[in-house]
């Protein structure tokens, strides 16, 4: 069975790099927007409750990022050095910029839509020279995601950090997490994640998501055929999802694993794909197989979508020990 | 004692032209926003609650507008609709603007503080050609607020709706409303400010507005020096704020009017202008002398600044004639 | 006769304020551009233009502008300074913006055209606290041009020199000069347009400035009305330009004066507004009538037209006076 | 001796892709800008009059790019076509982009300084979709430049011609050009020219140029290392260019060629480096050794130099032949 072997002696588990929001989560569900009259606050972002997630494992985590100078900037900051992630590369934007913003609307468990605050965000001004290689250095691991690929200067941040990453020998792993509504073209976001993923370990994605990575190079391929293009590049591990049909990882060393699922009562769908990567890559740097990871991630993933929000609703170690042994997993 | 009289026969007591947006306040109250965890929404807006508080009253009200295309905007836009204001000319933006937000922090009655949101806001993509005449024709009153000035093409917009006004003989009352972050520096805002005012009638402003709109100008004027000023233009009543000192209102036939206070036990401070502009221009508009009027708008201050929002605290006349029937009134 | 009074004892004569730029005109004329090879550089710019015509006849003009920090922006000024023209307010750009450049295509006498460089342009970048109050209230007359008006902060230093030429009761003359490629949409234009309009006492456009200064207001006047409009505003003298058929000027004291022309061998119609202005403004403010005003301009302009530049033909006072003795006077 | 091979059987020997602009040269030489009066117009851009210069040479050229929709737009694809150019994949731009210009001062032969109009550019909008992918699969080697990367969408453009000369198997040559000018900061230009020189064959830059992609990275490398750094990915040939100290060009295979040069009276030093790069491609393509290659090279740019313009003084192949004969090549 496929592992996937991590660099030791590192101060961090992982590092992760980009986007540091806040969800705005509807209290009164069941409803449209127009008639939410609350909203609770979380911190959000897709590599933040990954992050988030990690840290609740018992991994030693650290985040770069840029955040607010303000309230909103200071809550998401105090909330990360609660959970023990390292917040020394958390830059202080010192432009007016402000904190992304994601107001959720839970019309039914199946239903769900955001409306986004993405306007001179601060986590899209991490500029490269502010990214610390040191951290890198120091790390066993680099986790990127889409969303800071999306504009100047955190796109460079993020290419930069990932030639640190190449130069110290880290493994990198990309969540593809692909938001059209902060790209200004499909071809221009292309060019990017192809970019990025040339250099990346573990890809992680929607199959929808490596098909628009194809596209603009005029080409249509399966599965198999996606996961062996990045096998000619660095990737050991590509995991493609096909929603409700689950995932199926695929390794360099040719073995295919499918994920299963542990049924639940789905309050909302978000918080589904961070959650399971979480624990997921947990798994992987326990020295786990990648089927052994999938069955956690479906744990995972299976606690938050049951819960209100992401972040605080990602599992301790305990919790996700205990669903892994109780619940049923469908495979 | 000094009346102002407005022009008859027309289908809209006032027209107001503005900003429309949301405000999130925060639910509990006597902390720092960063551990605020929930929020309200309730529309805001300086133009929107001062309509809002004068269709409370029974007055015959429109609104020119722009919102966005999302849940935000249909929530404002329902909002006015169920006050019975006429939203024929609150126009839906195509080019995925946000609607303008603000987060209310209530460290105490004194010490409150705000958070905004007002990149690529809708209200300030209101375009002149967007501004009904016929709507400005068919109106006694037209409202404008300082914030629309802040940036083209609302700029132009609120200017055009000046010229309408101008052409068809209606009244206008400009409420300054300088909100500095929403402007690129001082002589800019001055400009427009110094502009927009030499066509109004009735302007009202804190000390400070006045003196931002003078300094360009390299002169410093007393109060009755700023009013005379106006007066040699088209005004014919200017409202001085001075804080906690308490307002006066000069008349272009010489009077000058010292408003009074309704103790009260204050919640937080935002909305005491706004509640006050309403209860003014509505008994300006029904005829009653200045003295009256500040007297009411003072009732209406003391009303909302002891309730939790702005626009949905707004007094009804019954509310409003009780608490100056019953309360204290200290001049 | 009609005369226009100025006010006397004052440093300069005028001050004009606005576009300071190159062109770099064809060579090889009677060509498309695309085979025209050389180009000459002159200094280019209505409002230069006026004010070296304005020097050439011998008045004593400043200047207020912007300039590049660059060779062309040191052409300029030095141009200037040899024009004995007060270049103490021309401030210079530290951002890296370029110097507008004027290409022209004379294909035929009557087939000419232009291609303009606008973009980041320093004359557009004249802020409001860089205009010196000081140099305006030693000026008896205050020259603007539309075109500063295209974009802030230019648009905002231009309204400022006119609240400081009305705070200290100089003459403002206003040549319309738009160039739709400058300016966003039209009626954004005519807002600003009609805003400065309001204070000058002499307005000089053609017959289609007018009209879209009108459009926005959704009326249509003839030339006595456009004239009667600003009348009821500060004018007093209103000239209509009509293309071929002439200009004329309509006078607050109800007179009416119809221009004639010089006819000439032409070689390019660029400049014959711009040597038309500066000739007519010379002779006002020798306190000359406005009939005796037209024919100079007639003269001024016939001696521009049959030569390669606006700013370099510009006549002196020998020229001038030679056209006009010898020179038929068609009317 | 090293000699570098490229696919046959392609329709176009070589397809550029980039900076299309206009030189206007200074008629009057050795003389500050200030006081040159006329200028004369050429095709301009490195990309540009490579592509030239090759032609002239007899091969078979195309070139990728954007040009404004005006006459310098026009005059560019014409006199591209004269020149046998493809011009096929040139797209016109319909959003009112200009075109690029670059003012040159000879002040001296060794002083000359150039002033360039980048802003709103038509090169630099050449957009990914617009790229051909046939035509670069029909080619032998595709030709960048460093400016197209300066900003998006060319950026991205050029990133996709990588991708598709990759897929294709074509010979990628990269010549630095660095002009920091168009660049917001030298992290964001290391980090694309690095993900860039990963993809490409040949490599040709100044050492300041290649001290600059290493910064970022916080490594120093010399020559033997920074041409080893790229031996590692794809780069067969690594050209570092010391100024008056000459090139070397270092190959994988582990040879070492030192470059000399043919003495001339020069005119100006503009244009040194394409006519160098132009000669220099052409040989490598007719098989030759890379130091024939460079000797040609030589040659090439000592013609150049000691003409008026860039673009117009690409020597034919007779003209290369006669200096490479007849001069004298010190090394």
């Given at each position: ?10 101060q ?48 030693n985590i ?5 955040i ?16 023990n ?25 199946s ?43 955190s796109?460079?941040a ?15 792993i990309?969540?593809?997490d ?19 993923a ?27 055929q ?10 050991q ?39 399971y ?41 305990d ?13």
């Open positions: 069975m496929t592992t996937i072997t991590f660099p030791q002696g590192k961090f588990d992982l590092v992760a790099i980009g986007r540091l929001c806040i969800d705005l989560n509807a209290n009164e569900i069941n409803r449209p927007m127009e008639e939410t009259m609350t909203f609770t606050k979380y911190v959000g972002g897709s590599p933040a409750n990954i992050a988030i997630g990690l840290a609740n494992l018992g991994l650290s985040f770069i990022g840029k607010a100078n303000d309230q909103m900037g200071n809550f998401i900051r105090n909330y990360l050095a609660q959970k992630i390292d917040t020394s590369n958390i830059v202080i934007d010192k432009t007016n910029a402000v904190t992304g913003l994601t107001f959720t609307e839970i019309k039914s468990p239903d769900c839509s955001i409306l986004m605050y993405r306007n001179n965000v601060a986590d899209l001004l991490l500029h490269p020279v502010e990214v610390q290689e040191g951290l890198i250095a120091n790390s066993k691991a680099l986790l990127i995601s889409g969303t800071a690929l999306a504009s100047s200067p796109r460079e993020v290419f930069l950090a990932l030639d640190y990453a190449v130069k110290h020998g880290i493994r990198i990309f969540d593809l692909y938001r059209p509504y902060t790209w200004r073209d499909e071809a221009e976001t292309a060019v990017y994640y192809n970019l990025a040339e250099k990346c370990d573990i890809i992680i994605g929607t199959r929808e998501e490596f098909n628009m990575m194809e596209k603009v190079l005029h080409v249509q391929l399966d599965d198999e996606t996961a062996s293009k990045w096998f000619t590049y660095k990737a591990l590509v995991v493609i999802k096909h929603g409700g049909d689950g995932s199926i990882a695929y390794a360099k060393d040719g073995s295919r694993t499918k994920s299963g699922v542990f049924r639940t009562s789905v309050l909302k769908s978000f918080g589904a794909g961070d959650s990567a979480s624990a997921f890559i947990y798994k992987l740097m326990q020295g786990e197989t990648v089927d052994v990871a999938m069955k956690y991630g479906s744990a995972s993933a299976s606690i938050v979508i049951a819960k209100h929000s992401c972040s605080d609703a990602m599992p301790t170690l919790e996700l020990e205990q669903k892994v042994k109780n619940g049923t997993y469908e495979t």
